[in-house]
């Protein structure tokens, strides 16, 4: 061969261009670790690297570095912060456009700068969960157990590092010692209630010696607030043992369910009072608009934290420029010298695409699955040799629909797999996707799967979550075409198949997910697919599974599911007894959520068709409540109540006269066989809605003042007591007897009736909203007698938390106004840290819609500052607090008159203090028009105490005021 002329040792004659040495491949092509030429010519997108987001990786490093020393930042260097508040981040963009990515690209970078921390080497605590479009299907709070499941992992596993395992060590400890989350505590079981997957969590801070059973708990399911204060706990414990903020991602929370937005609004809230955690929270801009929930939960946060703007931050993300789209490509094709070669491709590209990246990659994708773009194995490159025009054409407007064109050309296995997956919103174990894989004499085993789901992750379908140690889609639209890859006529078959397979899988706590997927399948099926029976025996059990984990909303939504299935199916009333039953649990669910209209028609359905007069019973009860909580009319309400009572039996008479009630006291002597009340003690419980009925009927006539009704009511519930057995509303119920006593001067036996309501209480302790009012019911009308006002005051705010806790709002704001009073009333001292108390309770009745309640607080706070600070009209609430005038304006009549009743209760102590003679007269002209009785004895005492001080001090016209009130 002559040499030559180019020099090149490589040239050969005839040829266009050089033919390299065959040493290494690698060379020439970056896909040379391919196994076969089939991987060779799938395009390798880079997977390290983000495009085009500098500018929004910054802000999310600024927010997360606010506060702490800049120092820090650049050298590695740590100064503690002084107060290590909480940021939140709302991270919107279509559907495509990379927040995702953005966040994983920010943790990693955070770590990497942590890693190079001179003075410590704790890791950056990240946790995530993803919302998915079936999030209705899922068991409540799908993402944030997500979360907590790889916060578990990471919590509960042997770390290799020294400072690892102390900062593990650290929050274990401070979980175990906790007073709500210590083994058994209430908070402990309603985080394993709600969230079994906390359970590894929560058993591995317990001392070795402990026992690891979670106790009863008793007192029914948690409430909403209970879950609050439980889960606000957890995070404060983990966040407040760490040096940088704790990252919390949450994401698609446009499909976020009801329960969970509820949840996270309160710990956005600055109620929460959150310490060092930043809040993620990506949504779709486009599907969330001004009437989504979350658009509200976004305004309310911006709006509380107005004056600390660098905490929250709106980060908007948009399409890629067309220049970064182009480098993207350049990047994937192995064209990063030659971008200017790729700028025809990448204009196509981007034209039908728009620069959002997930587009960009499947548009890439379905190019070489039409031969548009291809590899040359001659000449190791990507090639397209067809025009723009082609090249346009070629690329579907439809990215789901493109997505569906290369799940067709999969085998059949694949496809399968992925529409199961697609259909069930949970991540799933290998185990479990096999089971469900199993149809129509089809059987692979697990190892099968295993190799299905790594196939499908070099289709880039799926992706390895080490998080969850699952595989999971890579992108909503992914899961979308799977989802619509199924025949129509094959559809129904497949749900029911696996409905079927997930309840036979539901086991435990841990995989009660199953039972919510399961009836959400059966429920989107035609009622010909399904038994309706036990489709509505289903929705009835999920719905108790929904209740014990705090979830109202979800136990009403599966009970209409049910009772709709049976309609539909014209099925009502077939089955006697599951019609009565799946009604029976409507009507109080539906009352409790304040749905009155829901309830009213459950009510008179089962009045209609039930057969017997005890069938009707709870319908009747919950008819009384309803009318009662919707109008307030007590008085309307002690005559229905009463009715219902007779109807049952109970002979009490709507106006008794005085031999009524000689003769009911007689009866009840009689049944009490001349013993003490303190018999009572030995009589069994007995769960029974007769009690409930009688408690509600007492409470009204207390209202109204009835006392004649009231004593006939107590003597005949007595006299029930006594031959049926004690409910838990007894208790309390019977301490408005002694109230009762009290008020005729019947000093010793009011008391022995205050010490027995007490002693029955204990029966009924593991039931905390039932001990807690109770307890302040007792307290407010017998506790001087009781106790003293210290011990009081201790009880009630024990009071205050406990119903707090159990979120019973009134109940709740009862207790701290009792708290207050009893505080006052001890004498203990006034300041700053007393004031802070009251507004807490205060915002607290405002955000919970109780604003008569808030604005009492926002009195009693004006009151402690007029006593503490100095002032030309201490007797008058005109100041930063409270303006008297300007809030009664606002008011109602009858509003109004309670809140002048209040008001004038506190100006009087202040001008008895203070020597007001003017104000207190006028203050005693005002209190004078009101009865000299109250249900709520630390509210009283302190009224009647200085209205009687203030007659004489200023020798008051009406002397009889004094005298009547001391």
């Known amino acids: 061969m002559p040499p030559n002329d180019c020099g090149d040792d490589h040239y050969v004659a005839g040829a266009h261009g050089t033919v390299a040495e065959q040493t290494d491949e690698a060379y020439y092509d970056d896909r040379s670790d391919a196994d076969d030429d089939m991987e060779k010519g799938r395009i390798k997108f880079p997977q390290n690297k983000l495009y085009g987001r500098d500018r929004e990786l910054e802000t999310l490093r600024n927010i997360f570095y606010q506060g702490l020393s800049s120092e820090e930042t650049q050298d590695g260097c740590v100064e503690e912060m002084p107060e290590q508040v909480s940021r939140v981040v709302f991270l919107s963009g279509y559907s495509g456009v990379g927040k995702s990515a953005?966040?994983?690209?920010?943790?990693?970078?955070?770590?990497?700068?942590?890693?190079?921390?001179?003075?410590?080497?704790?890791?950056?605590?990240?946790?995530?969960?993803?919302?998915?479009?079936?999030?209705?299907?899922?068991?409540?709070?799908?993402?944030?157990?997500?979360?907590?499941?790889?916060?578990?992992?990471?919590?509960?596993?042997?770390?290799?590092?020294?400072?690892?395992?102390?900062?593990?060590?650290?929050?274990?400890?401070?979980?175990?010692?906790?007073?709500?989350?210590?083994?058994?505590?209430?908070?402990?079981?309603?985080?394993?209630?709600?969230?079994?997957?906390?359970?590894?969590?929560?058993?591995?801070?317990?001392?070795?010696?402990?026992?690891?059973?979670?106790?009863?708990?008793?007192?029914?399911?948690?409430?909403?607030?209970?879950?609050?204060?439980?889960?606000?706990?957890?995070?404060?414990?983990?966040?407040?043992?760490?040096?940088?903020?704790?990252?919390?991602?949450?994401?698609?929370?446009?499909?976020?369910?009801?329960?969970?937005?509820?949840?996270?609004?309160?710990?956005?809230?600055?109620?929460?009072?959150m310490k060092n955690v930043m809040f993620i929270c990506a949504y779709r801009s486009n599907e969330v608009g001004q009437d989504h929930p979350f658009a509200s939960i976004m305004d309310n946060v911006k709006e509380s934290m107005k004056d600390d703007v660098q905490l929250v931050e709106t980060v908007d993300l948009f399409s890629l420029s067309q220049d970064v789209i182009t480098q993207f490509i350049a990047d994937s094709i192995g064209k990063e010298e030659e971008v200017e070669e790729v700028t025809e491709l990448a204009e196509v590209v981007y034209q039908k695409t728009m620069g959002n990246i997930f587009c960009v990659m499947q548009a890439m994708e379905e190019l070489v699955r039409k031969n548009a773009l291809y590899y040359d194995m001659m000449c190791f490159e990507w090639r397209w040799a067809v025009s723009k025009v082609e090249l346009s054409t070629t690329i579907s407007d439809d990215v789901v629909e493109t997505v569906k064109g290369k799940i067709k050309e999969l085998s059949n296995e694949i496809q399968h797999m992925l529409i199961v997956m697609a259909y069930v919103p949970n991540t799933l174990e290998v185990p479990v996707l096999t089971e469900l894989m199993k149809r129509n004499s089809v059987s692979l085993d697990e190892s099968r799967v295993a190799e299905l789901l790594k196939k499908a992750t070099e289709e880039a379908l799926l992706m390895y979550s080490a998080e969850s140690d699952n595989y999971i889609f890579i992108h909503d639209r992914i899961r979308e075409a799977s989802r619509g890859s199924i025949a129509d006529e094959d559809k129904d078959d497949l749900l029911l198949h696996l409905s079927l397979v997930l309840q036979q899988l539901a086991k435990g706590p841990e995989t009660e997910w199953c039972?919510?997927?399961?009836?959400?399948?059966?429920?989107?099926?035609?009622?010909?697919?399904?038994?309706?029976?036990?489709?509505?025996?289903?929705?009835?059990?999920?719905?108790?599974?929904?209740?014990?984990?705090?979830?109202?909303?979800?136990?009403?939504?599966?009970?209409?599911?049910?009772?709709?299935?049976?309609?539909?199916?014209?099925?009502?009333?077939?089955?006697?007894?599951?019609?009565?039953?799946l009604l029976n649990d409507v009507i109080p669910c539906d009352r409790e959520l304040g749905c009155f209209d829901n309830a009213t028609a459950a009510i008179d359905e089962v009045l209609a068709n039930a057969k017997t007069l005890d069938d009707k019973f709870i319908a009747n009860v919950n008819q009384f409540m309803v009318k009662r909580d919707s109008s307030r009319d007590y008085g309307t309400a002690i005559e229905d109540g009463i009715e219902i009572l007779n109807m049952y039996g109970y002979r009490i008479p709507l106006k008794p006269t005085k031999a009524d009630v000689v003769k009911q006291e007689m009866?009840?002597?009689?049944?009490?066989?001349?013993?003490?009340?303190?018999?009572?003690?030995?009589?069994?419980?007995?769960?029974?809605?007769?009690?409930?009925?009688?408690?509600?009927?007492?409470?009204?006539?207390?209202?109204?003042?009835?006392?004649?009704?009231?004593?006939?009511?107590?003597?005949?519930?007595?006299?029930?007591?006594?031959?049926?057995?004690?409910?838990?509303?007894?208790?309390?119920?019977?301490?408005?007897?002694?109230?009762?006593?009290?008020?005729?001067?019947?000093?010793?036996?009011?008391?022995?009736?205050?010490?027995?309501?007490?002693?029955?209480?204990?029966?009924?302790?593991?039931?905390?909203?039932?001990?807690?009012?109770?307890?302040?019911?007792?307290?407010?009308?017998?506790?001087?007698?009781?106790?003293?006002?210290?011990?009081?005051?201790?009880?009630?705010?024990?009071?205050?938390?406990?119903?707090?806790?159990?979120?019973?709002?009134?109940?709740?704001?009862?207790?701290?106004?009792?708290?207050?009073?009893?505080?006052?009333?001890?004498?203990?001292?006034?300041?700053?840290?007393?004031?802070?108390?009251?507004?807490?309770?205060?915002?607290?009745?405002?955000?919970?819609?109780?604003?008569?309640?808030?604005?009492?607080?926002?009195?009693?706070?004006?009151?402690?500052?007029?006593?503490?600070?100095?002032?030309?009209?201490?007797?008058?609430?005109?100041?930063?607090?409270?303006?008297?005038?300007?809030?009664?304006n606002g008011m109602n009549e009858q509003k109004r008159k309670m809140m002048l009743r209040d008001s004038g209760a506190y100006r009087i102590q202040l001008a008895f203090i203070f020597g007001d003679k003017e104000c207190m007269t006028s203050m005693l002209d005002i209190l004078s028009t009101y009865p000299y009785t109250f249900h709520d004895i630390t509210r009283l005492h302190p009224r009647l105490c200085f209205m009687g001080l203030s007659a004489f001090a200023v020798k008051y016209k009406n002397k009889e005021v004094g005298e009547k009130c001391l």
């Open 515 to 581: 039972l919510f997927v399961a009836v959400d399948l059966l429920n989107s099926l035609p009622s010909e697919k399904t038994n309706c029976n036990d489709l509505a025996r289903l929705n009835m059990r999920v719905s108790v599974i929904a209740r014990n984990r705090g979830i109202v909303e979800k136990q009403s939504d599966l009970l209409h599911e049910g009772l709709q299935c049976l309609k539909s199916s014209g099925k009502l009333w077939e089955d006697y007894n599951l019609t009565l039953s």
């Open 102 to 273: 953005l966040v994983k690209e920010f943790v990693k970078q955070v770590q990497a700068q942590q890693k190079m921390n001179k003075s410590s080497s704790e890791s950056v605590l990240h946790f995530s969960g993803k919302y998915s479009e079936q999030s209705s299907a899922a068991a409540p709070f799908s993402a944030i157990s997500d979360l907590f499941s790889q916060m578990t992992h990471e919590l509960s596993r042997k770390k290799s590092d020294k400072e690892g395992n102390e900062l593990q060590s650290k929050i274990l400890k401070d979980i175990g010692r906790s007073d709500l989350l210590a083994a058994n505590a209430d908070g402990d079981r309603v985080l394993r209630g709600t969230f079994p997957v906390l359970a590894a969590l929560l058993d591995a801070s317990r001392p070795n010696d402990s026992n690891n059973e979670s106790g009863d708990g008793g007192g029914g399911a948690p409430s909403m607030n209970a879950v609050k204060e439980s889960v606000h706990e957890l995070l404060s414990i983990i966040s407040g043992q760490l040096k940088r903020p704790l990252i919390l991602f949450l994401d698609d929370l446009q499909w976020a369910d009801a329960p969970s937005l509820d949840l996270l609004s309160f710990l956005l809230s600055t109620d929460a009072q």
């Open 667 to 888: 009866k009840a002597k009689m049944a009490l066989k001349n013993r003490p009340y303190s018999c009572l003690a030995e009589i069994p419980v007995k769960d029974d809605p007769i009690f409930q009925l009688f408690a509600h009927v007492c409470e009204c006539a207390v209202f109204q003042s009835h006392e004649r009704l009231l004593t006939v009511l107590l003597k005949r519930l007595i006299r029930c007591v006594i031959d049926s057995g004690m409910g838990k509303e007894f208790p309390g119920t019977f301490a408005l007897l002694g109230m009762m006593m009290q008020k005729k001067g019947k000093v010793q036996a009011s008391t022995e009736i205050g010490n027995v309501a007490l002693l029955l209480l204990e029966k009924f302790k593991n039931d905390k909203i039932i001990y807690a009012r109770t307890k302040m019911i007792i307290i407010a009308s017998l506790g001087f007698q009781l106790l003293s006002f210290r011990s009081q005051s201790d009880a009630l705010l024990q009071c205050h938390k406990d119903l707090k806790f159990v979120g019973s709002i009134e109940n709740a704001m009862g207790a701290a106004i009792g708290y207050f009073g009893s505080y006052l009333s001890a004498g203990f001292s006034l300041g700053p840290l007393l004031e802070s108390k009251l507004q807490i309770v205060e915002e607290y009745g405002y955000r919970y819609d109780r604003g008569s309640f808030a604005v009492l607080f926002t009195m009693l706070r004006q009151f402690a500052i007029n006593l503490r600070q100095r002032s030309d009209n201490p007797s008058e609430f005109n100041g930063d607090a409270y303006k008297e005038e300007e809030t009664l």
